[in-house]
């Protein structure tokens, strides 16, 4: 599902973000992804989603060599990602059923075909009764919800998460945990940014680390 | 462990679930403000029955793409029509800004045909005189005027006789005492001529002009261009003049709608930026600015269209009473319908080529970091 082939990351201030990874990731497995804050945790997730490019090395999605990829197709390739966010990037404008309803009408998917997968999103993280309020009025833990049911509401074969129980007490980390869980169990390829170490090691799946731009464990041998 | 979070494919499997129940459909359109207009005009639905073949298949798909796309554009259309209606002050300054652009140069195009109507009438002001040799007699003279009158490029011929000639000049001049010692009448018969073709075209005129003083029992040709020529070109550099300030306003209107859909974007921008993140085109993202430059050019013109007329009837009055004064029946002419739609239309056409400059200016650099 996702292939790291010799990958270096520099930014044009200099700063190398990323060096030489070489990993892969197989449909259906789930992984973590950690390392010291800077260590380049986010980078490699921008990779996987092409909000920047490789500036060496080649990066694989679902068979798609994303350097040799036109700026038209980036979105297709995103619809196929679903990406929950350490800052939630939710909408305070409209409703929470609207956020949700986002990628869907993104795709143009038919409305009552939105209203009935949305709600099922939004069941799924216990969030149906509060589909019509704004997101602001929703706690840390429930925004945070919010983006998951929007990241898994067009059956992506792929989720990405960054950080998604930084703001969250250990209780709720393990209910949002154990939600990436049941994805995977139907799947779902994903793959988790994190530093709570803790929490990784209770999951015993496989780690990616990174120190300083270098994958130290978990990678290709 | 529901069907949510299943992975899929795109296509094969998303229309086969499509089947659900219509009830929804209510509920969905009271969560989403423009919902329920979109779920009463959605077309008939077709039952998706299992797809057989290939062909058929990818047809449905075809047209279910088609219909989402249609359903995409009216939902914007009415999502930035209802957020340009959301700040009725700041969106009806925008549209006076533009409908005063819109209309001065309509104004003043107005003007001028309205005063080449009127220039037309003074069909006496580019008469020409021929005068004949001599030596031509009465029946040749008057049979030259019967030609003439025969001739395309020539309304009118009035012929004066050498006699009629002698009578006016003793009547007028005031030196008919004078003329009785002569022996023998000195002046020459004179045609006449009202050419038909006026209304400013100099060159035909100078061209008749010119055929005229070649026929062979004509003396002298003479026409009094000065005063024609003068109104021509007094007409060609007004003429230049709207047509410079039509481009200058023009400008101003793109640069108007642009600014105004720069802000639109700038307000919108956590938005673009989410709806890049989770996989929309950029058509997807223009769109409502497209909408909104559209809207704003469409009141803009309307706007216009308005002041036009109501300039209009307010100069109706003054010009029916100075035109009595001459004796003439002139009325202003305003804009017909087919001049309306296409005040109201260029109003939309810039509006939205505004928004396109602006998007495709400032849409770029929203990009997710």
Redesign the interface.
């Given at each position: 599902m996702i292939r790291f082939d010799n990958v270096s990351k520099r930014y044009e201030n200099g700063h190398e973000a990323l060096r030489q990874l070489n990993f892969s990731i197989a449909p259906g497995e789930m992984c973590f992804l950690t390392g010291h804050s800077g260590a380049g945790k986010s980078t490699l997730l921008k990779l996987i989603?092409r909000?920047e490019n490789a500036s060496q090395g080649q990066v694989f999605i679902n068979g798609q060599n994303l350097s040799r990829m036109r700026a038209?197709q980036v979105?297709?390739?995103?619809?196929?990602i679903g990406?929950v966010?350490q800052n939630h990037?939710?909408?305070f404008?409209r409703?929470v059923?609207?956020n949700v309803?986002?990628?869907l009408?993104?795709?143009?998917?038919?409305?009552?075909?939105?209203?009935?997968?949305v709600?099922?999103?939004l069941?799924?993280v216990g969030l149906l009764k509060k589909?019509?309020l704004n997101p602001i009025m929703l706690s840390g833990g429930e925004q945070q919800r919010v983006g998951i049911a929007?990241a898994?509401?067009n059956?992506?074969?792929?989720l990405l998460a960054d950080e998604p129980t930084g703001n969250l007490d250990p209780q709720l980390s393990a209910e949002v945990m154990h939600l990436f869980e049941?994805?995977r169990?139907?799947?779902?390829?994903v793959l988790i940014a994190t530093h709570d170490l803790g929490l990784v090691a209770r999951m015993g799946h496989r780690v990616l680390t990174l120190h300083h731009g270098e994958l130290v464990n978990g990678g290709d041998v | 462990?529901?069907?949510?979070?299943?992975?899929?494919?795109?296509g094969a499997v998303?229309r086969s679930?499509?089947t659900?129940?219509?009830g929804?459909?209510a509920?969905?359109?009271a969560?989403?403000h423009q919902?329920a207009t979109?779920?009463k005009k959605?077309a008939p639905?077709k039952p998706v029955t299992e797809p057989s073949a290939g062909a058929s298949q990818s047809h449905i798909k075809t047209k279910?793409?088609l219909?989402?796309?249609l359903?995409?554009h009216r939902m914007m259309a009415l999502d930035s029509l209802w957020r340009v209606l959301k700040a009725p002050i700041a969106s009806l300054m925008t549209w006076a800004v533009l409908a005063i652009a819109i209309a001065l140069p309509t104004g003043l195009y107005l003007f001028l045909s309205n005063a080449q109507l009127v220039t037309s009438n003074w069909d006496g002001a580019s008469q020409m005189s021929l005068f004949l040799k001599m030596n031509v007699t009465e029946q040749k003279a008057e049979k030259l005027a019967d030609e003439l009158r025969e001739r395309g490029d020539i309304a009118a011929v009035q012929y004066i006789s050498k006699q009629q000639a002698l009578n006016e000049f003793k009547e007028f001049s005031g030196f008919g005492g004078a003329l009785d010692y002569l022996d023998g009448n000195p002046l020459p018969s004179v045609l006449i001529v009202r050419p038909a073709a006026l209304a400013g075209n100099i060159q035909q005129q100078e061209q008749l002009l010119r055929s005229l003083q070649a026929l062979p029992e004509v003396d002298e040709a003479q026409l009094d261009l000065a005063w024609v020529k003068r109104l021509y070109y007094i007409m060609e550099l007004s003429q230049r003049m709207v047509s410079a300030l039509a481009v200058l306003l023009g400008i101003a209107v793109l640069l108007v709608v642009g600014n105004t859909i720069r802000l639109a974007i700038e307000n919108r921008r956590?938005?673009i930026?989410?709806?890049?993140?989770?996989?929309?085109?950029?058509a997807?993202v223009r769109r409502p600015f497209l909408y909104t430059g559209i809207w704003y050019g469409l009141g803009g013109g309307i706007m216009a269209w308005g002041i036009i007329n109501i300039s209009l009837f307010w100069l109706d009055g003054p010009v029916k009473a100075l035109a009595s004064v001459y004796a003439s029946s002139f009325e202003l002419v305003g804009l017909n319908s087919g001049d309306s739609l296409v005040l109201i239309l260029s109003g939309a056409i810039l509006g939205w080529l505004g928004a396109w400059l602006a998007v495709g200016r400032h849409l770029g650099d929203i990009?997710?970091?």
């Open positions: 989603m909000m038209g979105p297709y390739l995103r619809r196929n990406v966010f990037q939710l909408l404008d409703t059923f609207d309803a986002l990628p009408l993104i795709e143009g998917a038919e409305p009552n075909d939105i209203a009935r997968r709600r099922a999103a069941d799924k589909e019509k929007r898994v509401v059956k992506p074969p792929l049941q994805f169990e139907v799947g779902v390829t | 462990m529901s069907e949510v979070g299943k992975p899929h494919h795109r998303t679930s499509s659900s129940n219509t929804s459909v509920k969905a359109g969560s989403h919902g979109t779920a959605q639905r279910s793409k219909n989402s796309w359903r995409h956590d938005e930026v989410v709806v890049k993140l989770v996989g929309g085109t950029d997807f990009e997710p970091r």
